[in-house]
Each structure stands twice: as C-alpha cells, then as structure tokens.
C-alpha cells in the first residue's frame, strides 16, 4: 500500500482495480481544515486523464503491472502481434492501447510491452526510431542559413518536418516523446 506522502510524479498506483500513473502531484496544505493531495492522473489502460483530490494519509493498492522486451511483428486488423523476444510467445493489443504509438511501428521494431494482472495493456517505445523518408519534395540549393525545412512522409505514415536536404529513400531519426525529427542517420 502506498499513502499520499508517497505521491510523485511518475509514480503507478491502482484505484478501483485499474492501473494509473500519476502526471502531475501538488501537496495542499490549507491555513484550515485537513491537508490533501492534488493529483492528475492517466489511466494506463486506456489513456483517460482524471483530476483526482486525495486526503492526506489516503492509501492506494499498487498495481501489479509487469513490463517485457517485445517485438512488433503485423498488424491483423483490429489487433497489433507483438513477440516476446525470449520466450517467442506472441500477444495481441488492441488499436485503442496502441494508438499513441501507431507513427512510429514498423516491422520487427523492439520496444517494450506493459502487462496488468498477465493481460497486455500498453507500449513502452523506445525513444527514438530510425524510419525511411518515402515521400518529400527534392532538394533544392538555396538559403539554409535559418534552418528551412520541408515536410516528409515516413515508412509509417507519420508527416515530418526536414532538412531541406532531405530525398526520398534516406533514414532519419525520429523522437517518439514529440514526433518531431532529430538527425540523418548514415546507412
């Protein structure tokens, strides 16, 4: 059991059996009455944010949740295959625990699964993913000296902003925190 002076951002807690991880935390001490504890917190199944007050000394169960190396393998629609790379045992997730991170799977991409109770819940993505531009406009010489850039469509459908440097077919890494474009990778 945790109690409320436990609370910090980050931390994963259950409440009513569901598995939350705490987004934001402010400790409230008011000139009257009982002290409490302000909370944000997100739903590690299916992403619904809660404003949520706790009294101080509230206690909360911790969540039985354990994380696996995996690998994506295909999407069978509506569910996305992961394998788990040392016991070649495979797992499906639903669109809904895979959303976030529908821009940056591709094949054979290693990452990391979060189970609840042995049931798959959600994805852990490794911060960056080396992705192929399949589709931007060619480069052109010109004035680069204020960073211009171009929009570029990836391997995974996900839009970009590069360098306008950047052609068709090379690999750039991408930050899965922002989606954002971070440097050229050299094959």
Same mark, same amino acid.
């Given at each position: 059991? #945790? ?5 910090? =951002?980050?931390? @994963? ?6 598995? *939350? ?16 504890? @302000?909370?944000?917190? @997100? ?5 619904? $944010? ?9 206690? $909360?169960?911790?969540?039985? #949740?354990?994380?696996?190396? %995996?690998?994506?393998? *295909?999407?069978?629609? !509506? ?8 016991? *070649? ?16 799977? =591709? ?12 049931t798959p819940i959600n994805l852990e993505l490794p911060i960056f993913v080396d992705l ?5 406009? !060619? &480069?052109?010489? &010109? ?7 171009? !929009? ?10 590069? !360098?306008?440097? %950047? ?11 922002? &989606?954002? *474009? ?6």
């Amino acid at each position: 059991m #945790l109690t409320t002076k436990d609370f910090r =951002k980050n931390l @994963k807690i259950e409440i009513d059996g569901e598995p *939350y991880v705490i987004v934001k935390c402010q400790h409230v001490k008011p000139g009257k009455g009982v002290a409490f504890v @302000k909370t944000r917190i @997100k739903s590690l199944i299916d992403g619904k $944010v809660l404003d949520e007050n706790f009294r101080s000394g509230d206690k $909360v169960d911790i969540p039985n #949740l354990e994380s696996r190396e %995996m690998q994506f393998l *295909y999407k069978d629609d !509506p569910h996305f295959i992961f394998m788990d790379t040392s016991t *070649y045992e495979q797992v499906r997730l639903g669109a809904d625990a895979v959303e976030e991170a529908m821009p940056f799977l =591709k094949d054979n991409l290693e990452l990391r699964v979060l189970f609840h109770d042995g049931t798959p819940i959600n994805l852990e993505l490794p911060i960056f993913v080396d992705l192929e531009v399949t589709r931007t406009e !060619p &480069g052109f010489a &010109g004035d680069t000296s204020q960073g211009a850039t171009k !929009p570029a469509t990836l391997e995974t459908g996900h839009e970009v902003e590069v !360098p306008l440097y %950047m052609e068709t077919g090379e690999i750039v890494r991408v930050d899965t925190r922002d &989606g954002e *474009y971070v440097e050229r990778v050299n094959q």
